[in-house]
């Protein structure tokens, strides 16, 4: 039991950290043009998500809602709302965010540390695939521990072990925000439109992704 959880825990922090969704390339975009302070602020966001849902999971199984997080439906309205809100994000990358001034050409437009966490949050939070990772994640440990412990014990365990792991996912998101941010100093004009376009480009097609497998394919499957 152990070290299928260590092993576990390595997959999912890696999966997580590693992997190429839209909350990693708005990441990195984030610290590269607006530094360590505002970038951190998105990945706590980002995390906050994630414990959000771990919390809703853990709760849905201590009541034995399995049924309820594994509706069609449901799914099917997690990914089409996140598709509207990752084409709505994507979006707002193609405005222009510089600001002209006489002394360097250009001055980036600081976002406010508000926006910059439900965006984190939110662009995270209805993401489907996420849901799913947790949930399988979620339903391994609650799984294993069933067997040595009571339904109020579970509980709690499940809780605080999702708790140390999601705080060392936040100090290696927190490290990628480091090492990226450390590229502002290479910045240029033509760099961060650039670079808003790849990011706005990536999370589109992130969007019209979720809401063509959710709705176009379901849709034609009842014809």
């Known amino acids: 039991m152990t070290l ?27 610290s590269i043009k607006h530094g360590y302070s505002i970038g951190s602020v998105l990945a706590i966001g980002v995390i906050s998500s994630d414990f959000i849902i771990c919390s809703i999971l853990i709760s849905l199984l201590g009541l034995g809602a399995e049924n309820f997080i594994n509706d069609e439906n449901t799914r099917q309205f997690m990914g089409l709302l996140a598709g509207v809100l990752l084409v709505l994000f994507g979006s707002f990358y193609f405005r222009n965010s510089e600001k ?25 939070f209805f993401n489907p695939a996420l849901w799913l990772l947790w ?6 440990v609650w799984t294993q ?19 140390v792991m999601l705080g060392i996912i936040l100090l290696l998101e927190l490290l990628k925000v480091s090492l990226a941010s450390k590229l502002s100093k290479l910045v ?12 706005g480009c990536l999370l589109l097609l ?14 034609a499957g009842r014809f």
């Open 188 to 199: 240029t004009s033509k760099f961060i439109r650039s670079m808003n376009i790849v990011t």
């Open 100 to 124: 002209k001034t006489p002394e360097n050409g250009f001055e980036i437009q600081q976002p406010s540390l508000k926006r910059t966490f439900l965006k984190g949050f939110l662009m995270n």
């Open 4 to 30: 299928s959880l260590i092993y576990q825990t390595v997959v999912v922090i890696f999966f997580i950290c590693f992997s190429f969704g839209p909350a990693f390339f708005a990441l990195i975009n984030t």
């Open 135 to 140: 949930l399988s994640s979620v339903t391994s």
């Open 206 to 219: 992130f969007g019209f992704y979720l809401i063509y497998s959710h709705y176009f394919t379901n849709a």
């Open 145 to 163: 521990w069933s067997q040595f412990k009571p339904a109020q014990f579970r509980i709690l365990d499940t809780f605080l072990y999702f708790c």
